[in-house]
């Protein structure tokens, strides 16, 4: 019988293919008669090029066998076996590993190689990861979302809500159609009290909430994808209500909210208009709203159960939840209060960004670099750099310790270079090893104080030689509010950057005292700022020292009529004790992490297992 043709790629068999565990270099072994290769054709002008073919493996024994399932068992050849083969023990794995195969390429050349003498360095692969993340299954689009069946089930759920309300009708096209916040602070605020005076805090969430906004302009809009009325394909939809992505549908949506809670007997906060309060006698009830969440706190749990029904029967609800994940946030009761953390945020946007598997870091940014606008090459595309700078602003919602270096990033959006994307790529990998950290609201009683922490590097941006300040606001020994921001204007002395840095401590104790007031509550000693410049808490307090801070005379007497007041204290404290030294510049390591413990950044193992 006349022997075929040499094959192109050399043919898996039911035997078992392993690597080589000596030192020495490996060969593939094809020994099994059921499908050899001649060797008399494997001359020394030959050599082997790698392809990878991942196969499924399974538990069999302490050892690992490939089993070529995905393909066909070759036929019989009458080549011969290689003269040389090598092989190892295998480990048991529970996954997929790959396995070398190799196409033979006809190379003339008298020179002698390994590669033509079938020796090849074995190729390692990283199987496993540290810091392992889960896979995410949520759908990035349409065609997606209709392949999975709950999620077509939801979308009919969805469409058929929309047309049971009479959202739109369908319509001909025609040329003259136009197709189509919160603060943070506020949120942590509510929360505090509320943990620390054990009240019961409800979540509620309502069922196609724009759907309830009434529209007051003409507006038309495609019909949607995988749901087109077959006998009208062409027709558009003209929106008699508001609808989700519309611009018009979150006030159309607060609106009618509004007008409810105003009929109930709430007041609008003068302070966040997200927030409704009711006071009466001794009931009190918080009302926060963002969007279609709502948070619902106060005194009187028959209280809270009238407002709920009452919802209810306006709108359609969700059933009342206690607090567990809100726009965004895990909230997750403790025995020492409330962690709140952004896990699954942090985890989407390592996904994002083909991130998962990045090697972390100990810190967001290095002590040692210094970035200017014009450090690197710009960007041929900066919109992925925009698009992370602005996801992380939302990140810092329960993340102070990245507030400098998401700062400092955001500084170059206009213009972002190679050496600013490595920055921001040193941040996604701290990210990577510190997913679960947050911040812990204590439920213990303490006294309701205000006290808030103020620093500046002075001249610390080295391109235009403007300081860096921040704050820390701590409500009852809880962290409620923070900022790292870079000063406006030159500042001639660090006295003056460090008064300034007072200043905007001020203004915002001075919004947090207001919403206190609001909420019906009062702080039992006058607020405090810290900070670590002798000559900035001296010309707070003596007005002899005014002539010399006269270009600054706004600030001066801001700060000075609260003092005069006894509205606020200025003191002084060793920079040593000044917390809020991490956000106005990047620190080493091991400073980074002590000042991130203090300030209350911690990770979410520790407050399970009670270390806090």
């Known amino acids: 019988m006349v022997s075929p043709p040499l094959p192109s790629l050399l043919q898996l068999t039911t035997s078992s293919i392993t690597p080589s565990n000596a030192a020495s270099p490996q060969r593939l072994d094809t020994s099994d008669s059921s499908s050899?290769?001649?060797?008399?054709?494997?001359?020394?002008?030959?050599?082997?090029?790698?392809?990878?073919?991942?196969?499924?493996?399974?538990?069999?024994?302490?050892?690992?066998?490939?089993?070529?399932?995905?393909?066909?068992?070759?036929?019989?050849?009458?080549?011969?076996?290689?003269?040389?083969?090598?092989?190892?023990?295998?480990k048991q794995r529970s996954f997929n590993i790959?396995?070398?195969?190799?196409?033979?390429?006809?190379?003339?050349?008298?020179?002698?190689?390994?590669?033509?003498?079938?020796?090849?360095?074995?190729?390692?692969?990283?199987?496993?990861?540290?810091?392992?993340?889960?896979?995410?299954?949520?759908?990035?689009?349409v065609t997606q979302a209709m392949k999975d069946e709950n999620w077509r089930r939801a979308m009919s759920e969805e469409i058929n809500a929309l047309i049971q309300n009479g959202t739109w009708e369908l319509v001909p096209p025609s040329s003259s159609q136009n197709v189509i916040g919160f603060k943070p602070t506020t949120i942590r605020i509510v929360l505090s009290i509320a943990i620390q005076r054990q009240w019961p805090i409800l979540?509620?969430?309502v069922n196609n909430a724009f759907l309830y906004g009434t529209l007051t302009e003409t507006v038309y809009m495609k019909q949607p994808p995988g749901m087109v009325d077959s006998s009208n394909p062409t027709h558009v939809c003209k929106l008699k209500k508001a609808i989700y992505g519309l611009k018009q549908a979150p006030r159309a949506w607060y609106n009618e909210l509004r007008s409810f809670l105003l009929s109930f007997g709430f007041k609008q906060s003068h302070s966040d208009s997200s927030l409704f309060l009711f006071q009466q006698d001794e009931v009190i009830t918080y009302f926060l709203v963002y969007v279609d969440d709502i948070l619902l706190t106060g005194t009187s749990n028959s209280h809270l159960q009238e407002v709920i029904s009452a919802l209810s029967n306006k709108f359609s609800l969700k059933d009342p939840t206690p607090l567990s994940y809100f726009l965004g946030i895990d909230a997750i009761p403790t025995q020492s209060g409330q962690f709140l953390c952004q896990r699954k945020y942090v985890v989407d946007l390592l996904e994002r960004t083909s991130m998962l598997d990045a090697k972390p870091?100990?810190?967001?940014?290095?002590?040692?670099?210094?970035?200017?606008?014009?450090?690197?090459?710009?960007?041929?595309?900066?919109?992925?750099?925009?698009?992370?700078?602005?996801?992380?602003?939302?990140?810092?919602?329960?993340?102070?310790?990245?507030?400098?270096?998401?700062?400092?990033?955001?500084?170059?959006?206009?213009?972002?270079?190679?050496?600013?994307?490595?920055?921001?790529?040193?941040?996604?990998?701290?990210?990577?090893?510190?997913?679960?950290?947050?911040?812990?609201l204590k439920s213990i009683p303490s006294p309701f104080q205000l006290?808030?922490?103020?620093?500046?590097?002075?001249a610390g941006d080295t391109g235009d030689r403007k300081s860096i300040s921040a704050f820390l606001v701590y409500l009852g020994g809880n962290l409620i509010s923070w900022k790292s921001t870079k000063q406006k204007t030159v500042a001639r002395s660090s006295t003056e950057a460090e008064y300034k840095a007072i200043a905007n401590a001020a203004s915002e104790l001075t919004w947090v005292q207001?919403?206190?007031?609001?909420?019906?509550?009062?702080?039992?000693?006058?607020?405090?700022i810290h900070c670590d410049n002798m000559g900035a808490t001296y010309v707070s307090t003596n007005p002899a020292l005014h002539s010399k801070m006269k270009h600054v005379s706004i600030d001066f007497h801001f700060v000075r009529d609260k003092v005069n007041a006894g509205l606020l204290n200025v003191s002084h404290v060793s920079a040593q004790d000044l917390l809020v030294d991490l956000l106005t510049k990047p620190l080493p390591r091991q400073c980074f992490r002590q000042l991130s413990s203090k300030i209350g950044v911690l990770p979410s193992d520790s407050i399970l297992r009670g270390h806090v």
């Open 36 to 90: 050899s290769l001649s060797t008399s054709t494997l001359n020394q002008h030959t050599t082997v090029e790698p392809y990878e073919i991942d196969l499924e493996q399974e538990h069999t024994s302490s050892h690992e066998i490939a089993e070529p399932t995905a393909f066909e068992t070759p036929q019989e050849t009458n080549y011969p076996p290689p003269s040389e083969s090598i092989t190892v023990p295998r």
């Open 98 to 141: 790959p396995v070398v195969i190799h196409k033979l390429i006809e190379n003339a050349h008298p020179m002698q190689t390994r590669a033509k003498n079938q020796i090849f360095k074995p190729k390692s692969a990283n199987l496993t990861t540290k810091h392992p993340f889960s896979a995410l299954s949520e759908p990035t689009c």
């Open 203 to 205: 979540q509620l969430d």
């Open 361 to 440: 870091v100990s810190s967001p940014l290095p002590s040692t670099c210094l970035f200017s606008k014009d450090d690197g090459e710009p960007l041929e595309d900066a919109s992925l750099y925009r698009s992370i700078v602005g996801t992380l602003q939302y990140l810092l919602i329960t993340r102070p310790d990245l507030s400098f270096a998401v700062n400092k990033m955001a500084q170059f959006m206009n213009n972002p270079t190679m050496t600013h994307r490595r920055g921001l790529k040193r941040i996604m990998r701290f990210l990577k090893g510190t997913a679960s950290y947050g911040i812990l």
């Open 451 to 458: 006290v808030a922490y103020s620093d500046v590097d002075w």
């Open 514 to 528: 207001n919403l206190i007031s609001e909420l019906g509550l009062s702080c039992t000693n006058t607020p405090i």
